[in-house]
């Protein structure tokens, strides 16, 4: 079992910065990558951005460039730089964690972003 805590979400101009974490505890031993997703009202779940346990990152076409994706694998702690703010970018941020294809979710951060 592994549990996920997100924190350091909240509301924000648009063109500023949030920094979202994400606390890991439990079984890590499996678990390879781990990521960030966000749904906004009315749509679907999307990936914002993933890291592997070696480091390797993948991001949304949307975030490219705006957002970074970092991992301490001693602290197991995820965290999102999200820089220049969109309103679009406002949604609920859930963090992820893969173990060999199953996936545990935290409860997720509201991050919204005012115009």
């Known amino acids: 079992q592994v549990q996920l805590v997100e924190s350091g979400g909240g509301l924000v101009q648009a063109g500023g910065s949030l920094r979202l974490s994400c606390a890991a505890s439990?079984?890590?031993?499996?678990?390879?990558?781990m990521g960030w997703y966000r749904q906004a009202p009315g749509k679907q779940r999307e990936l914002v951005a993933a890291?592997?346990?070696?480091?390797?990152?993948n991001y949304a076409d949307s975030v490219k460039g705006r957002f970074t994706i970092s991992r301490d694998n001693a602290k197991n702690t995820v965290y999102l730089q999200m820089n220049s703010l969109k309103p679009e970018d406002t949604a609920v941020y859930y963090c992820n964690a893969d173990e060999l294809g199953f996936h545990y979710w935290g409860q997720g951060t509201q991050v919204t972003v005012s115009s």
């Open positions: 890291i592997s346990r070696g480091g390797s990152t």
């Open positions: 439990g079984s890590m031993f499996s678990i390879n990558a």
